[in-house]
């Protein structure tokens, strides 16, 4: 019996041993969590149930050049019920007032609304879709109904808020105006006005802290961020809506007419080179139009016979001929090697001048001019367009502007024939934006100026940036041979041989040059030949205002292909438009002195607009106006008596807004 005591004692001691060393590893491991692995382990914990996350700031406004918008940027809210913080006793009095109130507002049965918030009761879900894709006026008053008013915590009510970006012009330069997106690995696609100038428009992003609730849903805590975000700035365009208008729906018209399978028209300011309408229309597969791609600043191609004024341009800054140099047209075709060189007008022109035949648009004239003046030394032609820029973009800020070709002797694709072809708009490509370009210098006495998208950058009525004209080239010409050109290009409109004579209107003056350029024509296959028709140039003719160009891509060669009779129209229809709607008179400034009271007022107004408020603010001093856009705002209701400034408030300054429904303004 001894023996045995002795055994169960012994065994108890190793356990008891045991349980103590157990005791002491526990200890030690506690002890290591919480003094040397502490911080780890509790960021740890806070990661899976509460998390900071990215808030969007609101992007700028882009607006035209009068103040129209072109893009905002609209919040949005989703309105979600938190079953589990809301007292029962709470629930049972005010549920049945907040469903009917619901249903009055989304026009929804009251039953409807009240099996949602039992159910979420009943299940105790804390996220409970009520509302979503609210405006900010429904916000506002979706906040006041019962139960909601009591916030997040006694009340249940969660708000999520998201800014989508609206088009308020719809289809109109929807792809000038463009967008500004980011995929989930932050690669950023940029297209458009919004893609070009999104460093200023997209302002800086906020923090908001999250707590995880069921099933991996996150809910906002409190209603306050942890970093509030910044907007982002507003944006002044260049563009003109009523000339934008103009030139959309005149471009239209015309594609749908020819059965076009794109164009593209823009319409600039020639002393300043401010872009006043870019518009771009593709063809879908049942014959519908819309904003494909911008062809204006991105589709280089051969330009045709546009290219002609380059080459006379060249050929007389160079010396090498004048406007009374006679050519033969040799009865309308010219051989050049194995390649024959033809006029559209069947038989030829005869021997003209060089003057009329730019105006008759003759490519056997420019032909034999071009590679009898140059065929000794062809570097000094293609030096002669490389010094007036056309080898270069632009620098547009839009991405994807198209490159042009301007080729050297020497280089692929060069030949005996590349002068005599390159005169008249072959084996040289330009985007519709660089041509229009030049012929916007002829008109500004030979200044080459960048094209232009924005006027401003503001944060609210403040300026931050301003954008002024941008020389490339002081003179890609002389004045002189810009005189005779532009001489030229008015003939071409007015004299009754010259190509866009139909166009000729005695109630406005045009200036510019017709272009019908053959596509596919390496093929040699008749029916896969197709056509590009151009009208590029400025009004009025005497003193330009505006410089246009309109190309249309593969007319239906049924109803028609030539520059004259596809674009040439669109040109003639946006200028007499521009000169009914805008008379091209000088405007006086007014004298009127700035008022600065109004300014004062405007800037306390915008300062107090700007916070985020949970108690009262004082609003005395204040313009009336000014106090109710701001009261009402923060959903309260406003009685006003009287006029002028806010003399007295109702409920005084730093009152909690949960408590406050209704204050009353005395003005005077």
């Known amino acids: 019996m001894a023996i045995t005591d002795k055994k169960i004692l012994t065994r108890l001691y190793i356990v008891s041993a045991c349980l103590f060393l157990f005791a002491i590893a526990v200890v030690v491991k506690l002890v290591s969590i919480q003094m040397v692995h502490g911080n780890k382990y509790k960021e740890m914990a806070l990661?899976?149930?509460?998390?900071?996350?990215?808030?969007?700031?609101?992007?700028?406004?882009?607006?035209?050049?009068?103040?129209?918008?072109?893009?905002?940027?609209v919040s949005r809210y989703t309105i979600r019920f938190d079953a589990v913080t809301v007292k029962s006793s709470d629930f049972e009095e005010e549920v049945q007032p907040l469903?009917?109130?619901?249903?009055?507002?989304?026009?929804?049965?009251?039953?409807?609304?009240?099996?949602i918030l039992r159910k979420a009761k009943a299940n105790k879900n804390r996220y409970a879709l009520v509302a979503r894709n609210l405006d900010y006026s429904d916000y506002i008053e979706v906040k006041s109904?019962?139960?909601?008013?009591?916030?997040?915590?006694?009340?249940?009510?969660?708000v999520e808020q998201k800014t989508v970006r609206e088009h308020p012009l719809g289809k109109i330069a929807e792809r000038s105006v463009g967008y500004e997106r980011f995929d989930e690995n932050g690669y950023a696609t940029r297209v458009g006005l919004e893609g070009a100038f999104g460093n200023y428009l997209r302002g800086v992003e906020g923090k908001r802290l999250k707590q995880k609730i069921a099933k991996g849903q996150w809910k906002p805590i409190g209603l306050d961020n942890i970093v509030e975000p910044k907007d982002?700035?507003?944006?002044?365009?260049?563009?003109?809506?009523?000339?934008?208008?103009?030139?959309?729906?005149?471009?239209?018209?015309q594609l749908e007419k020819y059965k076009a399978d794109h164009g593209c028209v823009i319409v600039m300011e020639t002393k300043t080179g401010e872009i006043k309408a870019i518009s771009n229309l593709g063809?879908?597969?049942?014959?519908?139009?819309?904003?494909?791609?911008?062809y204006a600043i991105g589709e280089s191609h051969e330009p045709g016979s546009t290219f002609k004024l380059m080459s006379l341009v060249a050929a007389l800054e160079d010396h090498k001929i004048d406007t009374s140099t006679v050519i033969d047209t040799e009865k309308g075709h010219w051989r050049i090697y194995d390649r024959i060189v033809r006029d559209s007008k069947h038989g030829g022109y005869g021997k003209i001048s060089m003057a009329k035949a730019f105006e008759v648009s003759s490519n056997t004239a420019f032909a034999k001019m071009i590679h009898n003046s140059y065929k000794e030394e062809p570097s000094v032609f293609v030096d002669r367009l490389m010094s007036m820029g056309l080898h270069e973009e632009l620098g547009m800020p839009i991405k994807g502007e198209g490159k042009p070709v301007i080729?050297?002797?020497?280089?692929?694709?060069?030949?005996?024939?590349?002068?005599a072809w390159m005169s008249h708009g072959y084996e040289v490509s330009l985007t519709p934006l660089q041509t229009l370009a030049f012929y916007n210098a002829i008109a500004n006495d030979g200044q080459l100026l960048r094209p232009r998208l924005i006027k401003e950058v503001k944060e609210w009525n403040k300026t931050i940036y301003t954008f002024d004209k941008e020389i490339i080239n002081e003179a890609i010409c002389s004045k002189e041979t810009a005189k005779q050109v532009r001489d030229l290009l008015k003939n071409v409109v007015e004299k009754e041989h010259g190509t866009g004579h139909?166009?000729?209107?005695?109630?406005?003056?045009?200036?510019?040059?017709?272009?019908?350029?053959?596509?596919?024509?390496?093929?040699?296959?008749?029916?896969?030949?197709?056509?590009?028709?151009?009208?590029?140039?400025y009004f009025p003719a005497d003193n330009p205002k505006y410089?246009?160009?309109?190309?249309?891509?593969?007319?239906?060669?049924?109803?028609?292909?030539?520059?004259?009779?596809?674009?040439?129209?669109?040109?003639?229809?946006?200028?007499?438009?521009?000169?009914?709607?805008?008379?091209?008179?000088?405007?006086?400034?007014?004298?009127?002195?700035?008022?600065?009271?109004?300014?004062?007022?405007?800037?306390?107004?915008?300062a107090e607009s700007q916070k985020n408020h949970n108690q009262m603010p004082d609003v005395k001093g204040m313009s009336g106006m000014d106090a109710i856009s701001i009261l009402e705002n923060m959903g309260l209701e406003v009685e006003v008596k009287g006029n002028g400034k806010v003399k007295k408030q109702s409920i005084s300054k730093g009152t909690d807004l949960e408590k406050v429904k209704k204050i009353i303004l005395e003005l005077s």
């Open 407 to 419: 080729r050297y002797p020497g280089d692929k694709g060069w030949s005996g024939i590349s002068l």
């Open 145 to 158: 109904f019962p139960l909601f008013n009591k916030g997040p915590n006694r009340g249940g009510f969660i």
């Open 547 to 606: 410089s246009c160009i309109v190309v249309i891509h593969e007319p239906d060669k049924s109803v028609g292909y030539y520059g004259a009779d596809v674009s040439g129209p669109v040109f003639k229809s946006i200028a007499r438009k521009i000169y009914a709607n805008n008379p091209l008179i000088d405007e006086i400034e007014t004298l009127e002195p700035l008022n600065e009271d109004l300014d004062a007022s405007f800037q306390s107004y915008y």
């Open 232 to 253: 982002g700035y507003d944006v002044v365009s260049t563009i003109d809506i009523n000339i934008q208008d103009i030139a959309h729906h005149g471009l239209l018209t």
């Open 99 to 115: 469903c009917d109130a619901l249903s009055k507002l989304f026009e929804k049965p009251s039953a409807y609304y009240e099996q």
């Open 502 to 537: 139909r166009l000729y209107s005695p109630n406005f003056s045009m200036a510019g040059k017709t272009g019908t350029a053959q596509k596919n024509y390496v093929t040699r296959d008749p029916d896969k030949l197709r056509y590009i028709s151009t009208f590029a140039g």
């Open 47 to 73: 990661q899976r149930t509460e998390r900071l996350f990215t808030i969007a700031p609101n992007r700028g406004n882009l607006y035209s050049d009068d103040g129209s918008l072109l893009a905002t940027s």
């Open 283 to 294: 063809r879908t597969e049942d014959g519908k139009y819309y904003e494909r791609l911008n």
